[in-house]
């Protein structure tokens, strides 16, 4: 039976991945009202922004096997100079037929767009899940981490496209993790560490934004985010919020460094399939009395404080406080393998390498 292409079909995008992928491939989704919200223009700066974008879904005998959504983030071309189309969520069953046309419409809208290359996966920026798996299967992941099977990147290949910077996260067993030699910013030096709750959550969120725009503002990739963009991307972390967890530091009371550090939701989501429903509430009562993982979402130290053990420093003391809080484990979100600093900061702490990444581009003018 030949594939049907359906454009903005949000509720076949949902499901997708759950009729293309098995269980033990590892996948879990993000919570069906988060997905509605990315793709809500009504709801996500990125499109308010005047970002064009357009998501499609593959149906095989009448079910969804797979999905794509395709974006031209122009801040992004503005600030590094490219002309560049955006793919993710691109989710796919080992289908070549789907994948075809999956990504022969997003290579379409690309052109369409007068752009040259179309590059992936963005979910959706490059300060959200980023990449395609491309080694580590069978690893189970973390929040905020891309997970697929190995047909993925082989169907991409498959039509033509290249990889292209590549990328690990990590994973650290707390009980193993080296952190004697790390100096935490202390008192006497004018440093404090206020934490992330919910009583001052938008004000350590602001202070967060301010330290992370600084602190990454070189990075490839980077655009800096914008605060409605900051607070659509973190408002639905303050129910999940173990306040022990996240901080921001204080230099003599100016944001100068910040850890954003979450339990680990995915064996909940994958408890739940990602549904909000009648076993919600058990499901999420058993997950916060079992839970022993958490995750980074990111970190960051603004640059003229850099080069002074400060990072080091704040990993040291999220790790003591996940240990002390009876955590087990500590997954990473992804690293540029060309960002040394962060990776020479993963081998101090006895952090393994936990999954592969790379974007995936093909060129897409004339």
């Avoid at 983030?73 to 046309?101: I, L, M, P, Y």
Wanted: charge should be neutral.
């Amino acid at each position: 039976m030949t594939i049907e292409l359906r454009t903005g079909d949000r509720e076949a995008f949902f499901d997708a991945p759950f009729h293309a992928y098995r269980p033990q491939d590892g996948y879990v989704s993000p919570l069906r009202s988060d997905i509605r919200r990315m793709l809500d223009p009504a709801a996500n700066p990125l499109w308010q922004a005047g970002n064009r974008f357009t998501f499609w879904t593959a149906h095989r005998d009448g079910r969804p096997v797979g999905r794509i959504v395709a974006h031209v983030h122009g801040q992004s071309n503005e600030r590094h100079g490219t002309a560049r189309a955006q793919f993710g969520f691109f989710d796919c069953a080992d289908d070549d037929a789907a994948a075809g046309v999956l990504l022969g419409a997003a290579e379409a809208f690309a052109r369409d767009a007068g752009q040259r290359e179309l590059i992936g996966n963005f979910n959706l920026t490059a300060m959200q899940q980023c990449g395609v798996m491309t080694d580590g299967y069978g690893a189970p992941g973390y929040t905020d981490m891309v997970v697929n099977p190995p047909h993925v990147p082989r169907l991409l290949e498959a039509h033509g496209f290249t990889r292209c910077f590549p990328m690990r996260t990590f994973e650290l067993d707390l009980r193993d993790a080296r952190i004697d030699g790390l100096r935490v910013p202390a008192a006497d030096r004018g440093f404090r560490f206020a934490p992330i709750e919910k009583t001052s959550f938008a004000a350590r969120m602001e202070e967060a934004r301010a330290v992370l725009n600084d602190g990454f503002a070189d990075n490839p990739m980077f655009v800096p985010l914008t605060a409605d963009e900051f607070r659509f991307q973190a408002g639905e972390m303050m129910s999940i919020l173990d306040p022990r967890l996240s901080s921001v530091l204080l230099h003599d009371d100016r944001p100068v460094g910040t850890i954003v550090c979450i339990p680990d939701l995915n064996g909940f989501l994958a408890a739940t399939r990602s549904r909000i429903g009648l076993t919600t509430p058990f499901h999420y009562l058993r997950y916060r009395l079992r839970r022993r993982r958490a995750v980074i979402i990111f970190y960051s130290v603004v640059q003229d404080h850099h080069g002074q053990g400060l990072m080091g420093g704040m990993l040291a003391r999220t790790v003591t406080a996940l240990r002390d809080a009876g955590y087990e484990r500590l997954g990473i979100t992804w690293i540029a393998d060309g960002n040394a600093a962060s990776l020479r900061q993963m081998e101090k702490l006895g952090a393994r390498s936990l999954h592969r990444l790379h974007l995936f581009r093909k060129d897409v003018a004339g």
